[in-house]
């Protein structure tokens, strides 16, 4: 069966860096985007970045940009998005999700997320 899994959140002060990870099993990694989708508390989804099936196109939202950078490993089916920069604003929950099809498209499987928590 399809899964993703996360890991590497935990408590950070602002400023500090997180690489947080996306394993995936059950299908066929390299024919699928992978997006991270983050949950602040009280709000609403919100989509953080895309990674094309083979790691050659890479999309950020406009608050993502230039901090957070995605990427894959093929070899190990897994999907890294490393934080820069992070400030209190970034803290949520993290997940990752597979593109249902095309990368811009809905996701039909996620993650069952990983906690981010910026404070001094």
């Known amino acids: 069966q399809v899964q993703l899994v996360e890991s590497g959140g935990g408590l950070v002060q602002p400023g500090g860096s997180l690489r947080l990870s996306c394993a995936a099993s059950g299908f066929t990694f390299s024919n699928f985007c992978i997006k991270w989708v983050r949950q602040a508390p009280g709000k609403g989804l919100e989509w953080v970045s895309t990674?094309?099936?083979?790691?050659?196109?890479?999309y950020y939202a406009d608050f993502a940009s230039g901090r957070f950078k995605i990427s894959r490993d093929s070899a190990k089916n897994t999907v890294y998005l490393q934080l820069n920069s992070l400030s209190p604003e970034d803290t949520a929950v993290y997940y990752c999700a597979r593109s249902a099809s095309i990368c811009q498209g809905g996701n039909d499987y996620w993650g069952q997320g990983t906690q981010v928590t910026v404070s001094s």
């Open positions: 990674i094309s099936e083979g790691g050659g196109s890479a």
